[in-house]
Nanobody
Framework: QVQLVESGGGLVQAGGSLRLSCAASGRTFSSYPTGWFRQAPGKEREFVAAISWTGTNTYYADDVKGRFTISRDNVQNTMYLQMNSLKPEDTAVYYC????????????????????WGQGTQVTVSS
């Protein structure tokens, strides 16, 4: 079992930045590819970014590419999402997710591919 706890959300003006963190506990963080998803009111949960458990491979949704950066620190058991140039449409609850995998290159992008989820952190971008 892996427990995930997100932090770092808040209210920011358009054009600003936030850094989300996802702290893992319970099992070693390595061997778990991880990702970020978000859900806005009235919308389905959508993929934002994902990273392989080695940190070598990453993948981004088109609308955050070039603005968001996903990273991880397997020693600290923490994953990050640096969000720059934020837009009002980035407003959502952001969730981190993890799944156990042996493939070092595995970067899951579908929410159904993940087994463990955090409780979410609210990000609100004002115009």
């Amino acid at each position: 079992q892996v427990q995930l706890v997100e932090s770092g959300g808040g209210l920011v003006q358009a054009g600003g930045s936030l850094r989300l963190s996802c702290a893992a506990s319970g099992r070693t963080f390595s061997s778990y590819p991880t990702g970020w998803f978000r859900q806005a009111p009235g919308k389905e949960r959508e993929f934002v970014a994902a990273i392989s458990w080695t940190g070598t491979n990453t993948y981004y949704a088109d609308d955050v590419k070039g603005r968001f950066t996903i990273s991880r620190d397997n020693v600290q058991n923490t994953m990050y999402l640096q969000m720059n140039s934020l837009k009002p449409e980035d407003t959502a609850v952001y969730y981190c997710a993890a799944v156990r995998a042996r493939n070092t290159n595995y970067v899951p992008v579908l929410w159904g591919q993940y087994d463990y989820w955090g409780q979410g952190t609210q990000v609100t971008v004002s115009s």
